[in-house]
């Protein structure tokens, strides 16, 4: 299971291997499914972190996270 989100939080994509419902269950694939929202939801934030400390040379602005 893989989940794309952009640098707002928003889920763009969720991509599902076929076999994988037939192999493991819908419980197991539904509880993957929100794994990888969160994972790729806690990448988002990082990259968006990193790019903001790049623009404001590390300095914490009021407002910026």
């Known amino acids: 299971v893989k989940a794309v989100v952009n ?9 599902i291997d076929p076999t994988l419902v ?14 990888a929202v969160n994972a790729a939801t806690t990448k988002s934030k990082q ?12 300095m914490k602005l009021p407002g910026t996270l």
Request: proline residues 0%.
């Open 22 to 35: 037939e192999q493991e269950g819908l419980t197991l694939v539904q509880d993957l499914i929100v794994a």
């Open 47 to 58: 990259m968006v972190e990193v790019e903001v400390e790049k623009v404001t040379g590390g």
């Open 7 to 15: 640098g707002a939080g928003d889920l763009l994509r969720v991509e």
